[in-house]
């Protein structure tokens, strides 16, 4: 056994996960007088955790924010004795943002939703997501972020999830509020947040285009009593800097037929990316994005 201390114990399958700093021991209950646990040597895994929260039961394995001896930290789903990670290389980039002081005090938690199996990772100062089920789907894995701001970086004010009167019940980090997670709301805790999203980098082979219009396919109409929200979109064509961020009305409570629609929106050399950014008033259901362009040579 490494003599790495223990951070963390968890239960799997009726056995004993003892995770250490850099590997992670299972103990079986032998029944037996004395101490009742043996150790199953060819079950360990040659990672470990970080500290006490940064681990948690993720399905049919382990979840843990940690790494082997002499290696980066990451995130992994381990059992049976192998460990299987599953950040991206973008996600390894945040994480590396922190010391590993700050990351030992991270806090890890399973949730489930619908066909939906979330792995939800609180850092000081973001949420980060792992969606199981999407990750399968496409076969590659898929993060995301909650957040409780309106634009820019921020925690989502949710933690200790705990599924209760046929509904998730949480509390509010730091303070004493108490709340539940409810689909009919698109705030949280009485606050007005904001989400973001972009698309995929557009490449064109090398050929320059105009872009004249950009409609973003939704369901709209469905928002509340009063309010007439706003989405707005900029582009990026070297990666780094974003145009000036342009917004179109989405219509209020009844418009169904309302169009999302931006006009001049600007030109691509070879390759652009798009993003879009609106609030918890603006409650959309994209399809797609759609463009109309005009070649351009250069």
Sequence with gaps: ADPDPVKSLLKLRNEIYALNRH???VFNNTGTTGFPFQRIPGAQIQKGTLGTHTC????????FMGSGTNESV???????????????REIEEILAGYTETQLSAVFMQERTEGAHQFLEIHLPDQTIVFDAA??????KPVWFFLRTSVVGLGRWAVCDAVW?????????????????LNKNVATHWGQTVGWEF??????NEGRGAIVH????????????PGADPTVWTSYSVDGLTYSVEKPARVGTLGQYDKRVVWLQQ???RNWRSQKFRGTSETQLAMARLEARVEPLAF
């Design 266 to 268: 600007g030109h691509m």
């Design 23 to 25: 590997t992670i021991e």
């Design 134 to 139: 999407a990750s399968q789907a496409l076969g």
């Design 198 to 203: 972009g698309t995929m980098i557009l490449y």
């Design 56 to 63: 948690c039961v993720f399905g049919e394995n382990i979840a």
């Design 164 to 180: 209760c009167y046929d509904r998730w019940n949480v509390c509010k980090p730091g303070e004493t509020d108490v709340g539940y």
């Design 74 to 88: 990451s995130v992994w789903a381990g059992a049976n004795g192998t460990a299987q990670k599953i950040a991206t």
């Design 213 to 224: 219009e950009l409609e973003l396919v939704s369901l709209t109409g469905r928002v509340q």
